[in-house]
Nanobody
Framework: QVQLVESGGGLVQPGGSLRLSCAAS????????MGWYRQAPGKQRELVAS???????NFADSVKGRFTISRDNAKNTVYLQMNSLKPEDTAVYYC?????????WGQGTQVTVSS
């Protein structure tokens, strides 16, 4: 079973930046599209960014132009670079396969955008 470990969250002021990392176990990581999801208090989990095995990317309209997603298949790691952060980006961020998540979720990493 694939294990996912997210890290890199924290408290940041509006306009700031964070870089999230997701380390995945499993030798077949490279063949799957991966995504970053987030869940804000009282809201459903949503997919905000995804990257295909070949590197093509997609973003939710709410983060387009501010977030970038990348992957290092040799390290089984997916990254989310978040710039120009807004208070509405506050959420727990998770990674999983995309667009359909599978298996167990990791613990996530909390991102709080506040002055």
């Amino acid at each position: 079973q694939v294990q996912l470990v997210e890290s890199g969250g924290g408290l940041v002021q509006p306009g700031g930046s964070l870089r999230l990392s997701c380390a995945a176990s499993g030798r077949i990581f490279a063949i799957y599209a991966m995504g970053w999801y987030r869940q804000a208090p009282g809201k459903q989990r949503e997919l905000v960014a995804s990257i295909a095995s070949g590197g093509s990317t997609n973003f939710a309209d709410s983060v387009k132009g501010r977030f970038t997603i990348s992957r290092d298949n040799a390290k089984n790691t997916v990254y989310l670079q978040m710039n120009s952060l807004k208070p509405e980006d506050t959420a727990v961020y998770y990674c999983n396969r995309a667009p359909i998540p599978v298996g167990s979720w990791g613990q996530g990493t909390q991102v709080t955008v506040s002055s």
